[in-house]
Structures are given as structure tokens and as C-alpha cells.
């Protein structure tokens, strides 16, 4: 027998969209209030060598750029990101949704991943640098051991939601495992998939400027560590919001319509 699902029609955009031009408007009218405020008190302090005016940090970001410094740190960041980010999704929904679909499975692995969700960051990445040393693949992998857990946990109640009904059917009319994957399980756990990778983004990142600044020779972390050590919160500043601003486009480009995309088909 053979096997064919037609795709559901998806609405079009409205104006719930998180990135129509409104909610542009919005998002540039409360980025420039907090950058009038922060003029402000970096006015009203009257020390820039402890708060420098956006002035400064723009013109401290635009002197890194011309160098080439910024972007070559800035790469070496969004790399270990990416490759923390791609290991971290794999395993942890693996982990995820064979613990959402075998209860046993998860009621032997709750404790851990429950274990795993309360390890400190920090603990983390000294025990990889001291059991694995000042590598590229310590620094990677603590970033993915603490995404992992969060990863997981997300994709164990996504795979808890699936329509038994449809597995069912699935059985019922034979439909190939391959089919089977693509038109009924994928579709219904794609919207927690990108909410995972969405959360986990926001918090790779950070962990990735800590492993930097503990043991990596360059990156954003690296850099703000040479400059914490000068007390040169200018730079300080000017690499951490270049970075923020790298992290806010890939959210309004890629994360928020991607899991837009996932979730088209619960629209009504």
C-alpha cells in the first residue's frame, strides 16, 4: 500500500509576527531609549575610564574592526558555538526523546538528567580542562555537556505530546518507518526542537566567553579577559556588545523564523 500525506495549509503571516516592521519600531525605540539612558549616566558619573559613553564603545568597536581583530575573535566564537550547538542538539534529543517514548528509560534516567541540569557551568569546564587539558576539544565539549541536559529535557516533553492516535493509524494503514518519521513524528516535535535550540543558543554563548576566558587563547571571552586584567572596560564593552549584537541577528533571522516554520502547522 502505498503512502502519501498532503501538507496542511499554512496561513499567512500576521501581525503576531515578532519581526514585522511594528515590532521593529518598538524594539529600535527601547534600544535607543536604554542608549539615551546610558549616555546619560555615563554623563552624570563623569569617570570613563569606568563608564565610557556609547561614543567610546562605538568608537573602541569601529578601531577593532578596522584592525581586523574584532571579526577574527568574533569568528573563532561563533565556531565554537556552532560546534558545541550541533553536538549538544544531536545528543541531547536522542537522549530526550527516547526518555519521552520508554518510560523505564525515563524513569532510570530522570535522576541523572536532573543531576546533569544542577552542575554548575563552572565546574564543568575545570574538570574538562584538567581531564582533557587546554584543548579546543575540552573547550567544545564542556560547552555541550551543560547544553545537553536543557536540550534534553525540552525534547522529552515534546516526545511525552505525540499523538498516539497517529501512530496508530500509521500501523494500522502499514505506513514505511520513513514516512512514518517525516509526516508524523518530525512534524510534531519540530516546534520543541527549535524551542530547544532557541533557549540553547542563549546559553551556549555564554558558556562558550567563560571557557574562553578561563583557557582559550582567542575568542570574545579571551579578549575581555586580556582587557579585564588592564581594567579597560571600553573594550571590555566594545566586545561584548559586538558579540550581543552577532547573537540578536542570528535570533531575528534564523531562530525566530525557524521555529515559526516548525510550528506552522498547529496554526489555525
Not at 536543557?150 to 497517529?166: H, W
Not at 533557549?199 to 574562553?212: H, P
Not at 578561563?214 to 571571552?221: E, H, K, M, W, Y
Amino acid at each position: 500500500m502505498t503512502w502519501s500525506a498532503k501538507r496542511p495549509r499554512c496561513p499567512r503571516a500576521s501581525s503576531t509576527n515578532p519581526v514585522s516592521e511594528g515590532n521593529f519600531r518598538i524594539a529600535g525605540a527601547s534600544l535607543f531609549g536604554l542608549i539615551v539612558f546610558w549616555w546619560a549616566a555615563a554623563v552624570i558619573a563623569g569617570r570613563p575610564d569606568l563608564l565610557p559613553t556609547p561614543l567610546e564603545v562605538g568608537g573602541a568597536i569601529a578601531s577593532e574592526a578596522a584592525d581586523g581583530d574584532l571579526f577574527f575573535h568574533l569568528f573563532a566564537t561563533l565556531a565554537r558555538v556552532l560546534a558545541a550547538f550541533l553536538i549538544a542538539m544531536a545528543v541531547g534529543s536522542f537522549i530526550g526523546i527516547v526518555m519521552g517514548m520508554r518510560r523505564r528509560v525515563d524513569r532510570w534516567g530522570d535522576p541523572l538528567l536532573v543531576t546533569a541540569l544542577n552542575l554548575p557551568a563552572l565546574v564543568t569546564i575545570v574538570l574538562c580542562y584538567i581531564w582533557i587539558g587546554l584543548t579546543e576539544v575540552a573547550a567544545v565539549t564542556a560547552v555541550a555537556i551543560n547544553k545537553i541536559p536543557l536540550v534534553a529535557t525540552v525534547m522529552r516533553e515534546g516526545a511525552r505530546t505525540l499523538d498516539r492516535d497517529l501512530s496508530d493509524m500509521a500501523s494500522v494503514f502499514e505506513m514505511p518507518p520513513g514516512k512514518r518519521l517525516r509526516h508524523i513524528i518530525i512534524p510534531q516535535l519540530a516546534p520543541h526542537f527549535a524551542a530547544a535550540a532557541r533557549t540553547g543558543v542563549a546559553l551556549i554563548w555564554k558558556i562558550v566567553l567563560v571557557v574562553e576566558f578561563l583557557g582559550r587563547s582567542n575568542g570574545v571571552g579571551f579578549q575581555i579577559h586580556l582587557h579585564f586584567q588592564n581594567f579597560d572596560v571600553t573594550q571590555v564593552l566594545a566586545y561584548s556588545l559586538s558579540f550581543v549584537a552577532v547573537m540578536i541577528a542570528i535570533e531575528l533571522m534564523i531562530l525566530q523564523p525557524w521555529q515559526r516554520h516548525a510550528a506552522r502547522w498547529r496554526l489555525s
